[in-house]
């Protein structure tokens, strides 16, 4: 039962960071955190059946799945924000699917001095970093548990792309993740295999939701 609760505390870190978000909590692993893509892919189709503006994938597996990629091509048809872990692999390889989908943003974890933790999966497939070391958040039966993980940095990001979106309701996925890399930290020039292994850096999401000054360049390109 190593995953018991992972559900609740990834949903758990959505409402910390968009406490008026609606959450649509979806099923798709047992409490061994095994599952399968058909399941993961009709959940995906599910939200999409009722409006699910962002989905969180806080999983993966070691091997990319038909089912699983075209749900995805699908939520982001639709105009979904698809945010996905990066993975617990500590280093460039294995990688995992659906993080390496061109179609998702992948996160990668980072500690609480906003430096990669050293469990965290990178490579040039992830887009963000977001914090995944020592989080508590929502367990099962009402309590509350101090997790890590790339699961657990994902929803970070997620929460984040629900907050931009209820402020501009008529931007796209791009325009979403735009912004957050736009405003994202840079990680350390110095830190060891930090370039073009941990997308744009640390999401600051004070200054994703700031509004800029006239003439800014922070916002993002009108959708094409």
Not at 14 to 22: G, Q, R, S
Not at 160 to 169: E, R, S, W
Not at 209 to 216: I, N, S
Request: glycine share 12%.
């Amino acid at each position: 039962d190593e995953a018991l609760g992972h559900g609740s505390h990834v949903a758990g870190i959505v409402v910390l960071v968009a406490p008026e978000a609606t959450i649509l909590a979806l099923r798709v692993l047992d409490n061994d955190g095994r599952g399968d893509a058909f399941q993961i892919a009709r959940a995906i189709d599910y939200a999409l059946a009722r409006r699910a503006n962002v989905i969180n994938l806080s999983l993966g597996m070691l091997s990319e799945d038909h089912l699983l990629r075209d749900a995805i091509a699908r939520a982001r048809g639709a105009g979904a924000v698809v945010i996905a872990s990066a993975g617990n692999w500590g280093a460039e390889s294995p990688q995992e699917f659906p993080a390496t989908s061109p179609l998702v943003s992948a996160v990668a974890a980072t500690n609480a001095n906003d430096l990669p933790t050293t469990f965290t999966s990178f490579g040039g497939f992830v887009a963000l970093c977001a914090p995944g070391e020592g989080i508590r958040s929502a367990y099962w039966n009402g309590h509350t548990a101090v997790w890590s993980g790339t699961s657990m940095s994902a929803p970070f990001v997620s929460g984040g792309a629900a907050l931009l979106l209820a402020a501009h309701p008529g931007w796209s996925s791009p325009q979403v993740i735009e912004r957050l890399a736009l405003t994202a930290t840079a990680l350390p020039d110095t830190l060891h295999e930090a370039g073009g292994h941990f997308g744009a850096g640390v999401i600051n999401l004070a200054a994703a939701l700031a509004p800029d000054p006239p003439g800014d360049a922070g916002e993002p390109d009108a959708p094409i």
